[in-house]
DNA sequence: AAAATTTGCAACCGCCCATTG
DNA sequence: TCAATGGGCGGTTGCAAATTT
């Protein structure tokens, strides 16, 4: 369609940004609040794009950023969160209060994937290595279900490219319905992409992944629309993972299945899991409407 | 001590979807 | 209904700092 740019590029600084540059940010969004990022540079005197506005003021300016180094325990829901929704760095974030998407996406690439490789663990399928390697067909497995699952109940950022890795044959892909008018009544998903919203999830502590898989099995034969809760016990935290906008900040009450994007409306299952962290969380238990 | 290489992260880019008029 | 706009996202880049040779 060839959009308009976001701001006027020719007079806009770039780069590295400078401690008044900050200041000004600051001063102004205290004043202002966060509202037009388009507007905005010019209305704070700031020689910038809103757009690089906006990311200076999330990912770094923020008041309630945590900044500083990640904790074993963040390190561990993160590995989970991406078990389960893969590169979606925005609702993993969701999950870690005080944590930009951006923060955690430089993490992980720069020290958890490594980190999983010394376990011996495929980063991007968290399978075995060597089991990953072996098994193309690995690439179907849970956590691309479940980023699938929410893409197709209406994620906002259901892009192709997301797709393209739940199968080996372009035919499976679950999002053809708008393209493929001749057919009335989409088949179902095959099975082997085990596309499921029903699915059951849960961040118990690390499991051997073959038990995982069995458990996950399991679950598929089953089919039911329980929640697991594995390790529902005193220290754990119940983490809503409400489609569309997957995760609350801080463990809040879920208000969202009423509301969430339009588009969601008439899907608003709730997930919950039950995730260890080690004291001070409440107990909850798990909850499916 | 200097040069080369690697690492980590802030910032940018291009694309997408939702909203609005 | 449609185009323009705003905001958001994931992926990538560039550069300074750290480490190695």
Redesign the pocket.
Known sequence: ?G??P?CE?AHT?????TKEEDQRLIAYIKANG???????PKAAGLL?????C???W???LRPDLKRGNFTEEEDELIIKLHELLG???????GRLPGRT???I???W???IK?KLLARGVDPQTHRPLNAAAADHHSQLQAPRRFAAAAASA?H??????HFAVLSNSPEACSHSSDDEPSSATPPPPPRHLGIDLNLSISLAPYQPQSEQLKQEEEDDAAATTTTTASGAGSNATAVCLCLPRLGLHGGEVCSCGRGG???MQASTHMFRFITPLGGGHNSTSTTMT
């Open positions: 369609m959009r308009s976001c590029k600084n770039k780069g590295a940004w966060e509202g037009c990022w388009r507007s905005l910038r794009c809103g757009k690089s906006r990311l200076r999330i990912n770094y590169n979606k760095w925005s609702l993993i974030a998407d951006n923060e996406k430089n993490y690439n720069t020290h490594r209406g906002p950022h259901h892009h192709p490219d994007a339009p588009s």
